[in-house]
């Protein structure tokens, strides 16, 4: 018998896309593919992400800055044609099944506890804007980083849509000309939408977020 592939001391990213059925679904299950594409190029994984049941997609990275990394990576290549919510596991990962692509393990179980936490949290006065919560268990767990991805969360929420595409080009390394080319707007215009809504201060956040092992 084959020896069993295990992951240890690895993180989960358990996602589902938000009021599915009230989008044009097979225009969304497209976008979304090119959008794990998209997060797979950009991120180092584990395990890539993939589509499971229904709207779900799953992957395992080695560290919970790389799973937070891809979950916004997804979300921004997402943006403008829907949204996703996500529950993060930190834990271990059993391969029972690498063909048919079956896992098992305490990751997956914390990852389908947050993403259920989230879901509900979402649905409470003040927490409309959250997205993600993590359940860690690792030796290495940063116990603030569930707090902070939220705040994260509902401060892009907050942010209008010019807003909030400036925010993912400053993410990507793009200099302002670039951004505003991309805009189609001038680089004054772009560096006012910079200042008036922190973005610099949102994308400091993010990238220490993305640097957590």
């Given amino acids: ?5 295990v ?3 690895c993180v989960t990213l358990l996602g589902d896309l938000v009021a599915s059925r009230a989008t044009e679904r097979s225009v969304v299950h497209e976008e979304l593919l090119k959008a794990i594409l998209e997060t797979n190029k950009e991120v180092p994984s584990l395990d890539p992400l993939r589509v499971t049941v229904g709207d779900e997609v799953q992957g395992v990275y080695a560290t919970m800055g790389d799973a937070l990394r891809a979950s916004l990576v997804l979300r921004n290549t997402l943006f403008g044609t829907s949204d996703m919510r996500f529950g ?3 834990g271990d990962v059993r391969v029972i099944d690498e063909a048919r692509g079956i896992q098992d393990g305490n990751a997956w179980w914390l990852a389908r506890e947050a993403i259920d936490f989230v879901e509900d949290l979402a649905g409470q006065a003040g927490y409309a804007g959250v ?3 993590i359940r860690d268990q690792r030796r290495a767990a940063t116990p603030s980083a569930d707090a902070t991805i939220r705040l994260v969360d509902a ?3 907050a942010l209008r849509d010019g807003a909030r595409r400036s925010l993912n080009g400053l993410l990507r390394g793009l200099d ?3 951004v505003a080319t ?7 215009a772009n560096s006012q939408r910079v200042l008036h809504n922190d973005l610099r201060v949102i994308a400091d956040a993010v990238n220490a977020l993305q640097s957590l092992p």
């Fill in 88 to 90: 993060i596991g930190g």
């Fill in 182 to 188: 991309q805009e189609g707007i001038s680089e004054s």
């Fill in 176 to 178: 302002n000309g670039a």
């Fill in 7 to 9: 992951f240890t001391e």
């Fill in 155 to 157: 401060t892009i929420s």
């Fill in 1 to 5: 018998m084959a020896e069993m592939k």
């Fill in 131 to 133: 997205r993600t919560a």
